[in-house]
């Protein structure tokens, strides 16, 4: 009777550990192919794109019957990757189909005109001596509106030759804008895209100087400096974690107040 109940409760938990797994949205453990290491994929890169604007990630992969046991390589992966949103007909990935050389690839995406939220969704097919398993995942992009930038650069009695601009946020370097060589009393426009990346909520100024180029060049108006201040708003409440949470609390809870009830009916039972 005591093992039958032991049984009964290490079953319940088991039970209960997977509902788990599901209300926090965690994948159920990946169980290989029979005598393949599982195929595991990294995609590296940025989560936050600008409209329009590239981005370069980088995809690795490995398992599946072309990694033998102790991890030699001795077939080959494929990998194939498309693009799924509300409208992606003005985003590419380049290149979208291939064969991982040493494991990885590099990709270049260019964001699609519009805000939304796009997957890159890789497949990967480890072959080897004519067996093949392939493996899907998601890797999701958010498309936003940048943070822009601009002005116009004017040249003095003399030509100027060409140089870069150090851009800053919070006086921190976030990227560079080429400028080429400007003819005497001639002008360049510039422009320059930012798209924040784990910066905290509140105000934050953008800025890019011409010190360094010691009088040759201005910013139309005569000025060496131009910035402009934007505002970060708060990301809002993740709910989707405490309800799991919640979840798997009040399972629990039915779980302790069952085996509570249970266990005194059964010695109500016994006398």
Known sequence: MGDRLTFRRLACLGLLAML?????????P?????????????????????????????VTGAGGPAVAANGTMVG????NVTLTGNNVS??????PTGVLLNGS???????????????LQVKLTSEYNGTNVSAFFNNTVQVVSPYVLSGVLVAGPTMVSGFNMTVT?????????????IDANGSYQFTFNYVPQGIAAGWHTIAVSLAPEHGLVTFQGGVQQLSVQFFITSPPPDYALDVGVGIVAFALAVFIWGSVVGARRRGRRAR
């Open 90 to 95: 003005t985003a590419s990935i380049a290149p």
């Open 20 to 28: 788990a797994l599901v209300a926090l949205g965690l994948p159920a």
């Open 76 to 79: 080959f992966i494929d990998f």
């Open 30 to 58: 990946a169980h290989a192919a029979a005598g393949y290491p599982p195929i595991t994929e990294t995609t590296t890169g940025p989560s936050i794109v600008g409209r329009s604007l590239q981005a370069k990630y980088i």
């Open 169 to 181: 946020v919070d006086g921190r370097p976030v990227g560079q804008v080429v400028v080429p060589t």
């Open 105 to 119: 690839v590099i990709l270049t995406f260019t964001a699609p005109n519009v805000t939304e939220l796009v997957t």
